[in-house]
């Protein structure tokens, strides 16, 4: 598994926004990986980037609700469908805000669960409708 930063922040932003590229397979033995890179981040607003990983078992969704507070990361959609099934089987598609892209990130505020809401029905659809 590889892990890229990349910074997002605007000039005016009271946070900053950092992107997550996240590749390959995350398991167990490669998850403490992305576990230290949003350690890292503690003190900023982390956008993660799954697109390109072929793998992933539980050990992603501790990291992930782990790494982040309540509603504090965003994650890019579309996801890969065996991470979409990851999510819904375990019950964390609440969990986090999804953004259809880079651009849409920007503009999301976590802490707004309104706005995360109206996200997340408009670009995962009928993803969110299949919910254990």
Known sequence: ??????SLTPANAPQPT???RVAGE????????????LQALQASRPVLDLTCVRFADSS????LLDGSGPGRLIV????????QRLFV???TTRSFAFAPGVTAAHG??????????????SFLGRFLDHRP
Request: glycine content about 6%; proline content about 8%; some cysteine.
């Open 108 to 121: 999301l505020c976590p802490a707004e669960p309104g706005r995360r809401g109206l996200l997340r029905r």
């Open 89 to 91: 089987l375990t019950g």
């Open 1 to 6: 598994m590889t892990v890229e930063a990349h």
């Open 76 to 83: 890019l959609v579309p996801l890969p469908a065996q991470l």
């Open 26 to 37: 995350i398991d167990c033995d490669s998850v403490h990986t992305l576990t230290r890179a």
């Open 18 to 20: 950092v992107l997550l």
């Open 60 to 63: 992603l969704v501790h990291a």
